[in-house]
């Protein structure tokens, strides 16, 4: 047996619009001036703005013609935040939590139940703290034990740059340390980047150019 009808009426304001669907599990959808503007399926799923369903199941999809928003809005002094959970009690209700801390205009990233201690958190003014809500730097790194940092290429030729560490100013370039893929070091300066000393993969030392020793 399937419905449609007109659903109109005055809850503190106006409430106006079409409701047409099935109500053999199937699909529900609200219409407004003649177009569909939210559907919920047998399965759960929640579209609006469109009838096409996104990846993955139970999920809600939200689509527009141009640029599409979802916005959560919370007080001054209050937090915004999205909850990823794989149980309905406990700490399984928040195994993951992303966190907008309205006061102090920072976004905090939670894992594995723990919503005390954030594992990223980007302050109001930019700088990045990894197991450090009050990082000093641009990018702050913590760990209790041995802390690294790791860059990683899919290089294989022996004298290829497989990475470094680049210094600029907002337009020239200062300093470069660079690694090759057979282990060999070589560290650049000016804005010419030219090399100034290389450690080899033997573990020799060149100073002030890149052939000879200027000792080992």
């Not at 790194?141 to 940092?149: E, K, M, R, S, T």
């Not at 290089?155 to 060999?184: C, E, F, M, P």
């Amino acid at each position: 047996t399937s419905f449609t009808g007109d659903l109109t009426g005055d809850v503190t304001g106006n409430l106006t619009g079409n409701v047409t669907g099935n109500i053999n599990n199937t699909t529900l959808l609200l219409q407004t001036g003649g177009s569909e503007r939210l559907r919920i399926t047998s399965a759960g799923d929640v579209a609006i703005g469109t009838d096409v369903m996104g990846a993955g199941g139970r999920s809600l999809t939200l689509a527009g013609i141009g640029a599409c928003t979802f916005t959560i809005r919370s007080g001054a002094s209050s937090n915004g935040n999205i909850y990823f959970a794989d149980g309905t009690s406990g700490t399984a209700q928040y195994m993951g939590m992303i966190e907008y801390n309205q006061p102090n205009n920072r976004m905090s990233f939670y894992t594995n139940g723990d919503t005390s201690n954030s594992k990223l958190r980007i302050t109001s003014i930019g700088k990045v703290g990894i197991d450090n809500n009050s990082p000093d730097n641009k990018l702050s790194v913590y760990d209790v034990g041995y802390c690294g940092l790791e860059l990683k290429s899919n290089r294989s030729t022996a004298t290829d740059n497989i990475g470094g560490v680049h210094w600029k100013t907002q337009s020239t370039d200062v300093a470069y340390l660079q690694s090759l893929v057979d282990g060999t070091i070589r560290f650049r300066n000016t804005s010419s980047l030219t090399e100034r000393l290389r450690i080899d993969s033997s573990g020799h030392l060149h100073t002030g150019y890149t052939s000879g020793f200027g000792g080992d």
